[in-house]
Structure formats: C-alpha cells, structure tokens
T-cell receptor, first 112, second 115 residues
Framework: EAQVTQNPRYLITVTGKKLTVTCSQN?????MSWYRQDPGLGLRQIYY???????DKGDVPEGYKVSRKEKRNFPLILESPSPNQTSLYFC???????????FGSGTQLSVL | AQKITQTQPGMFVQEKEAVTLDCTYD???????LFWYKQPSSGEMIFLIY??????QNATEGRYSLNFQKARKSANLVISASQLGDSAMYFC????????????FGPGTRLSVLP
C-alpha cells in the first residue's frame, strides 16, 4: 500500500530535550516536506527536499533541522524544543511531476 | 509571494444541500496548481480535487467540483448533496509554477453538516 509513515503519532516532551520525528514513504517520491498546523494559520511549510542531499527552508524553518540521506526518509529534528513548537506536524511527499501531495497521519507534539 | 485566503472560518449546511467554500489566491505566476484537502476530526489530510491554472474546464470529482475563476483568482469548492460525513476542516492550497516545491495553504474552513 502506498503510504507516508510518520512516527510517533503523539509526543510529549520538555523544553530543551532533543527529539526526532521520523517520516518514510514507499512510493519512490523525489519530493518530501514538513508542515506544521496551528489553529487559524492552516499548514505552514517548515522544510522541503527535492531529492537526496537536497533540502531547503520553507516559511517557518527556525528551530528545526532536517536531513535527506535516503530517498525514502526525511526526519524532522528539534534540537532544543520550546513550547512555541507545540503543534500538529505533517510529513508529505509527491513525485517530481506529480500534483497530489500524499500526507502522513500527523504527529501531535506538546512541549512543556 | 503566494497567498491563500479563506474568509469563512466556519460554515453550517443542512444535510443534502449544496455548499460553497470560498478560496481566493494571490500569485504573480502564470503556471500554478490549486488543491482542496479535507481534514476530518481524526486528523488525516485527504486530497479532494486539483485544478491546474491552464485547465479550461472546472475540475470535478464525484460530489466535489472546483469553481475556477482565473480572472478573479478564486477557486471555490462546491460540495453537492452534503452528507454528515462531510463535516470537517477544509483547506485550499496552491503550488508554485512548474511543479515547484512551494505549497501554500489557507487557514481553513470548518464545515458542519446538520441532520
């Protein structure tokens, strides 16, 4: 089954404790991206990647890191999380010439 | 810069009636794509419909149609014969030119279908 898999689904952590949210897709998609969703703001792009070892900032990259060492994986790293990073996070992928974004099931992060 | 505006934070519709969710966009690009996604209370993002900027016909997918008015820069979603399962948050989104990497989402409209 074609899918984007995010883990964990829920995460509660404390300020400053490094964490990683994993994202993996099995569709051989070139493009992958991360979004955060906040009430009244919709989804905002954090980082995206057009292919292996190619990443770039989206609209809200501060406080986040990503890496794309393999085509299928695109982890999101918060090296020192802060309460303002409490949000619902989505990973998404699509093929280079595809239109539709395929989304993961989301990760609800709470930073205390 | 690209921007999506959804002016209806919340809407109500009676079951079996049609409803229109508004979306306007701003871009200086000639080539772009417009999308609608549905997010039910379970949280997942469900693709509904896509319209390319050069498509002459309005897109349709079952009960969903996209009313594309290029000169007005609007891409309204029309849901015909609303069902209780249509109650959800709806997001309008736009991608940049030539399969560009930038996707921009609107703030969303919460639709409630009344029995």
């Amino acid at each position: 089954e074609a899918q984007v898999t995010q883990n964990p689904r829920y995460l509660i952590t404390v300020t400053g404790k490094k964490l990683t949210v994993t994202c993996s897709q099995n569709m051989n998609h070139e493009y992958m991206s991360w979004y955060r969703q906040d009430p009244g703001l919709g989804l905002r792009q954090i980082y995206y990647s057009m292919n292996v070892e190619v990443t770039d900032k989206g609209d809200v990259p501060e406080g986040y890191k990503v890496s794309r060492k393999e085509k299928r994986n695109f982890p999101l790293i918060l090296e020192s999380p802060s309460p303002n990073q409490t949000s619902l996070y989505f990973c998404a992928s699509r093929s280079y010439r595809g239109e539709k974004l395929f989304f993961g099931s989301g990760t609800q992060l709470s930073v205390l | 810069a690209q921007k999506i505006t959804q002016t209806q934070p919340g809407m109500f519709v009676q079951e079996k009636e049609a409803v229109t969710l508004d979306c306007t966009y701003d871009t200086s690009d000639q080539s772009y794509g417009l999308f609608w996604y549905k997010q039910p209370s379970s949280g997942e993002m469900i693709f509904l419909i896509y319209q390319g900027s050069y498509d002459e016909q309005n897109a349709t997918e079952g009960r969903y149609s996209l009313n594309f008015q290029k000169a007005r820069k609007s891409a309204n979603l029309v849901i015909s014969a609303s069902q209780l399962g249509d109650s959800a948050m709806y997001f309008c989104a736009m991608r940049g030119p030539y399969y560009g990497q930038n996707f921009v989402f609107g703030p969303g409209t919460r639709l409630s279908v009344l029995p």
